[in-house]
Structures are given as structure tokens and as C-alpha cells.
């Protein structure tokens, strides 16, 4: 059977996913059922300085030696899996695993302070504290992510005139003020595209320096007004409310499990070895949860290309610019039903490009002149 490259590297992609969550998944087990969670915890009481300092670097020793064994053996995992050509190139793979560590570095560390946190405050509560807790970084990251990914990635105002204008003209007539619209540095990772951070009067366009040398400026529009209509809709805080409801879930169900591997009365929360457990079932349950999310990703992103249509009247351009972004990251067009559950937070590319071939047919049939 002939395969594209995209379905080829979109399944090494899904594998080496499907690895790190086996690898993880057994490494936390390991820690949080055997007598392992308790002599890895112990090793990570750092004896120095003030107590707050002691449990920091504790917590850091706890998450750097959790990771650097998870990576290790995912790296074993993948380049088995490349000397099998059943996953990534070994580039791709290396790539994938120093990403991997950028991003789950202080993610992981910040979620176990918040987690450790709130058990030393809250006790038993200590799981409706976290995610609360979380609810609001999240909150207050909304706010304040448009500053931090300016000055981080070196964003620019761009110096186009006439698309600044269009831009700004579609933002007004929806309502959504936006604080400036700024271009990205070529290296850039923040996003390959357009998008719309933040909230309030602070939210800010940026786009990629790739898109502002190949795209025209009918394709940026469409794009950025499919961004525009996640705020429209409030769709970022209807994600941030469901994702919040699931931690919570993972974390009452760790507190409840948590006694039950004590059946002296019940293990003491606060310490390092519960974490463990705790990331085993919010990780367990957020995996389960998958469907759910990504269903009402799916949704929103339909209704933002209706949206992103109806406010530029542009079919041809959006139909452009989502072969350049399929193209880019090589979508498959048209993905399994099991892998749009557990994958995929768009559309495929076939759906959307229909879209905009139903709307070009509506409107043409509207028009009287046709």
C-alpha cells in the first residue's frame, strides 16, 4: 500500500507519543507502588540551608533525576524504534526528546510546588486547593503571556501599513481590542502561524516572520480572524475551565487512593512521595478525559472557520492558508476516527477546506448577480 509522508510521520509521531506516556507510565508506577517512591523521596532531602530552601531543591533534585531517567528510556525506546523503522529518524527523535525536556522541566515543577503547596496548607483539601491554584496561574498567565512572549522571543511591531490596518479593522468591528500586532523573529517557536494572546485590552497579534515573507495579506487575515473568533467566543476560558475540572479530577481521585496504600490509617500529605501518585492518576485521567477535550477543541475550531469565513468573505485565501499549514506539518487529510479522538484538537484538513468550499457555493448562490 502507497503511503504519503504525512501519515508516515504523523504515526512515528503518534509512537513516539504512545512511548513517552508507556515510559512515564511505568516509572510512575514503579514510584508510587513500591518501596522506590520512598528511597528516591529520601535521597532528595537535601540537608542545607532553611527549611523552604531545603524542600526546593529537594523538589528539584525529585523532578531532575524523575526526568532524566523518563527521557533516558524513551531515548532507548525511540531508537529502537528507529533502527525498526517503525518510528522517527534518529534527528527527529533527538529533536522530539530536547523539546520534550524545554517544556516539561518547569512545567513539572511548578505543578509539584503547587501540588506540595496545597497539601501543606490545605491537608486533606489539598487536591480542590491545587487545582484552584492552577485555575489561577492559568488566569493569570492569560494576562500576562502577551508581555512575556514579546520581550522572550524579540517580537517587533511589523511594518506593514496596509496589513496593520486591515487587521486592526477587522478587530474593531468584532469588538476585540487588541494592544498591537507584532512580528516574530525567524526563530521563533512561539507559533508557525498567527495567533491572539492574551486578554483585555492586553491581548496582542503576533506572527510568524516565515508568514509575513510568503503569505499575502489576504491569507494573514483569514488566519487572524480565526484567531480573532476564540475570543469572541471565549473559547480559551471555556478550555481553561474543562482542563482545570480535569486536574481536579485527578487529583481527588489521588487523594482518595492515597490512604488506601497506607492501611496504617493513612499517609501523611506534603511529602515528595506522593507526587508520584498524584501525577500517575491527574496524567491517567487526563489521557481518559482525551476525547472530551479535544471534541471541544474540534468544536471550536469549526465554528472560528465559519467564523473566520463570514468575517472576510474569503474562501480562496482560506483555503490557501490551510494547505500551507497542512503542508508544513504534514497533516494527514484525512486522519482515523480513533486517532482524531485521542490526537487531533483540529479539524482535518479535508474537513476544513470542505468548509470553505460549502461556504464559496452559499455565497455564490446568494449573489444575484450570479
Known amino acids: ?71 533516558a528510556a524513551l531515548f532507548v525506546a525511540l531508537w529502537a524504534m528507529s533502527r525498526a523503522g517503525r518510528g522517527l529518524s534518529a534527528r527527529e527523535t533527538y529533536r522530539s526528546l530536547m523539546e520534550g525536556v524545554f517544556l516539561a522541566l518547569p512545567a513539572a515543577f511548578v505543578l509539584a510546588g503547587i501540588v506540595l503547596a496545597a497539601a501543606w496548607v490545605a491537608g ?3 487536591w480542590l486547593a491545587a487545582a484552584g491554584a492552577i485555575g489561577a496561574a492559568l488566569v493569570a498567565g492569560l494576562h500576562l503571556a502577551p508581555g512575556v512572549v514579546a520581550r522572550a522571543s524579540g517580537a517587533t511591531p511589523i511594518e506593514r501599513p496596509a496589513l496593520v490596518e486591515r487587521l486592526g479593522a477587522l478587530a474593531r468591528r468584532i469588538h ?11 526563530d521563533s517557536t512561539v507559533t508557525t502561524s498567527a495567533i491572539v494572546a492574551g486578554a483585555g485590552e492586553h491581548r496582542r497579534v ?15 487575515s483569514v488566519v487572524v480572524a480565526h ?24 487529583f481527588w481521585l489521588a487523594g482518595l487512593t492515597r490512604p488506601l496504600l497506607e492501611p496504617a490509617g493513612g499517609a501523611p500529605v506534603g511529602g515528595l512521595d506522593m507526587l508520584p501518585l498524584v501525577a500517575l492518576l491527574a496524567s491517567g485521567i487526563w489521557l481518559v478525559a482525551a476525547p472530551v477535550r479535544h471534541a471541544l477543541s474540534r468544536w471550536q475550531e469549526r465554528r472560528a472557520d465559519r467564523f473566520a469565513l463570514q468575517l472576510t468573505g474569503s474562501a480562496d485565501a482560506f483555503q490557501a492558508a490551510i494547505r500551507r499549514l497542512a503542508a508544513q506539518h504534514l497533516a494527514e487529510e484525512r486522519p482515523s476516527t480513533l486517532t482524531r479522538l485521542f490526537y487531533h484538537r483540529h479539524p482535518s484538513a479535508a474537513e476544513r477546506l470542505d468548509v470553505a468550499a460549502r461556504f464559496r457555493s452559499q455565497a455564490g448562490s446568494e449573489d444575484p448577480a450570479s
Open 124 to 126: 486533606a483539601w489539598w
Open 1 to 71: 500500500m502507497n503511503e504519503s509522508k504525512a501519515t508516515r510521520y504523523q504515526r512515528g509521531r503518534r509512537r513516539a507519543q504512545a512511548a513517552g506516556v508507556v515510559c512515564g507510565g511505568v516509572l510512575l508506577v514503579l514510584l508510587a507502588f513500591t518501596p522506590l517512591g520512598r528511597v528516591v523521596a529520601g535521597w532528595s532531602q537535601i540537608e542545607t540551608g532553611p527549611g523552604v530552601f531545603r524542600h526546593t531543591l529537594g523538589l528539584v533534585f525529585y523532578i531532575c533525576l524523575f526526568l532524566a531517567t523518563w527521557e
Open 176 to 186: 476585540v481590542p487588541i494592544a498591537s500586532i507584532d512580528a516574530l523573529p525567524a
Open 206 to 220: 503576533f506572527i510568524a516572520d516565515a508568514v509575513l515573507r510568503d503569505w499575502n495579506d489576504e491569507e494573514i
Open 227 to 250: 484567531e480573532l473568533s476564540h475570543h469572541v467566543h471565549h473559547d480559551l476560558w471555556a478550555t481553561l475551565v474543562l482542563d482545570v475540572m480535569v486536574l481536579a479530577a485527578g
